[in-house]
């Protein structure tokens, strides 16, 4: 697990060699394993978007946020949840670990999931009702090329008592 987490890194060019559909499974188990609050399990959902055109549509849409990755993983919460968008970023984490264990690339995307809420017409083609947003989108595929390893040993500071 350790390794996965140290070597995760945001990958911004992709193939478009399209990923596994075991592999997509796999992504969606650990979308299913991450943690919610209060085990509020109703305030977050995942769309996986495998469509070519439907991926363009969202590319579009969100001014090249997600940087012509053949996978998508939305993942919409609650408009009045507590949790849900923290729950999301833990969601996130937990698809983008499993992408490096799996040999892909992914990327946390902010900007573009807000974006995306402003396209009433294509949340709907998602699925997503009213009451929910789009909180984060986890882009995924193969590397165009590695990110040079970064040594994040001592990135944050940490305080012990």
Avoid: W
Avoid at 67 to 79: R, V
Avoid at 135 to 161: L, M
């Amino acid at each position: 697990m350790l390794s996965a987490i140290q070597n995760r890194q945001a990958v911004r060019k992709f193939t478009n060699a399209p990923v596994n559909s075991n592999d997509i499974d796999e992504l969606i188990n650990a979308f299913q394993a991450s943690p919610c609050g209060m085990h509020q399990t109703d305030v977050m959902k995942g769309i996986v978007i495998e469509s070519p055109d439907l991926c363009a549509e969202i590319e579009k849409a969100t001014n090249n946020a997600c940087y012509g990755a053949p996978l998508l993983f939305a993942i919409a919460t609650k408009k009045d949840s507590n949790f849900g968008e923290r729950d999301a970023s833990a969601a996130a984490e937990n698809i983008m670990l499993q992408a490096t264990e799996l040999g892909y690339g992914s990327v946390y995307i902010m900007s573009g999931a807000i974006e995306l809420n402003n396209h009433p017409s294509l949340l709907k083609k998602l699925g997503i009702s009213n009451d929910f947003q789009i909180s984060v989108i986890v882009p995924v595929g193969k590397a165009v090329e590695q990110p040079a390893h970064e040594d994040r040993a001592n990135r944050y500071q940490i305080i012990r008592k």
